[in-house]
């Protein structure tokens, strides 16, 4: 595939915001003050600020294979630390999709050599919501419901760092998991009870006083 038409989209597009505004992209060189964290899956389909209608500058992003957040990433975990800490974001958005090759693919008995280890964090998803996900007949049901699980386990992830502790209580960041689903294009909120996620996860994961 030649690229050059990324290059005539791009001249298009620059075009098509300075006729809006001419000081926009001088305006955009100022600085960031994204508002909203938003960490999804780079799967091609689900993009990240075209689905919620956001625009440069309002959405800090980071995607990787199925949007997880392991406690060991160095990079999800500078993400979050310079998304709350420096520019203080007011949200937190996890955002899965269903059919999620990623999760799929977690599932199967295959060695998926380098891509092992990182799956292997949604077989432990799996594992803690085996009994539930075991009693869903249809595989593409229980599939999805697993991305659900996963998303909830993420955000369970990001509630145990220190500084998203300290930022839920000091100044009420909020943290949100969400699902897109590819047959309607719709966004889905799980509204997750956070309250009673940090209450069920403090006993253990406590850090900040
Ligand atoms: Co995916």
């Excluded at 959405?59 to 975990?77: E, G, Y």
Aim: with cysteine.
């Amino acid at each position: 595939m030649d690229l050059q038409h990324i290059f005539e989209n791009n001249k298009q597009w620059v075009k098509s915001k300075l006729e809006l505004d001419k000081n926009y992209f001088k305006n955009l060189s100022k600085g960031q003050n994204p508002d909203v964290l938003y960490i999804g899956c780079s799967d091609s389909r689900v993009t990240a600020e075209e689905l919620m209608g956001m625009d440069p500058g309002e959405v800090f992003v980071h995607r990787n294979i199925a949007n997880m957040v392991p406690n060991t990433d160095l990079n999800s975990m500078s993400v979050i630390n310079y998304a709350v800490v420096h520019l203080k974001v007011n949200h937190i958005v996890v955002c899965g999709h269903y059919y999620c090759g990623g999760v799929k693919a977690a599932m199967q008995s295959v060695d998926l050599g380098i891509l092992n280890p990182w799956l292997r964090n949604i077989r432990d998803v799996y594992r803690i919501h085996k009994k539930e996900l075991n009693a869903i007949k249809d595989e593409d049901e229980k599939y999805n419901r697993l991305v659900e699980l996963n998303v909830q386990e993420q955000c369970i992830n990001i509630l145990k760092t220190a500084e998203v502790q300290t930022a839920y209580r000091t100044r009420n960041l909020k943290i949100h998991g969400w699902v897109f689903d590819i047959h309607s294009g719709k966004l889905i909120d799980l509204d997750m009870n956070f309250e009673r996620m940090l209450e069920g996860i403090r006993e253990i994961y406590h850090l900040d006083d």
